[in-house]
C-alpha cells in the first residue's frame, strides 16, 4: 500500500505562483507513473501533469509552459510548480500513483485563485 501525502495548496492572487508537493511512502523509483490531477467543484477530475519513472514528462495544453513536475528520488516527493495561476484553475490538486496497474491517490489539496 502507498499512501500519498499532498501539501503547498493555498490561497494565491491571480497570476501567483504555488508549489505543490507529494510525498509517498514508498520509493518513487519504483512507481511506473506518478500525475497530479484537479478537480473544480461540477467538473470531471482531469490530468494535469505526469511523470514516467524514465523522466517522460506530460503537460495538459493548458498549462504548457507555466508547469512544471518534477521529482526528488531521495525525498521520495513530486512536485508541481505552478506559474501564472488563473482563477479557472482554482480546484482540489491530487497526486496519483500507479504501480503495476495498482492505482493510488492523495487526499487532496485545495488551490482557491483570488484577488
Known amino acids: 500500500q502507498v499512501q500519498l501525502v499532498e501539501s503547498g495548496g493555498g490561497l494565491v492572487q491571480p497570476g501567483g505562483s504555488l508549489r505543490l508537493s507529494c510525498a509517498a511512502s514508498?520509493?518513487?523509483?519504483?512507481?511506473?507513473?506518478m500525475g497530479w490531477y484537479r478537480q473544480a467543484p461540477g467538473n470531471q477530475r482531469e490530468l494535469v501533469a505526469s511523470i514516467t519513472n524514465s523522466g517522460t514528462t506530460y503537460y495538459t495544453d493548458a498549462v504548457k509552459g507555466r508547469v512544471t513536475i518534477s521529482t526528488d528520488t531521495a525525498k521520495n516527493t513530486v512536485y508541481l510548480q505552478m506559474n501564472i495561476l488563473k482563477r479557472k484553475e482554482a480546484a482540489v490538486y491530487y497526486c496519483?500513483?500507479?504501480?503495476?496497474?495498482?492505482?493510488?491517490w492523495g487526499q487532496g489539496t485545495q488551490v482557491t485563485v483570488s484577488a
Open positions: 496519483h500513483a500507479a504501480i503495476d496497474g495498482v492505482r493510488f
Open positions: 514508498g520509493s518513487i523509483s519504483t512507481m511506473g507513473f
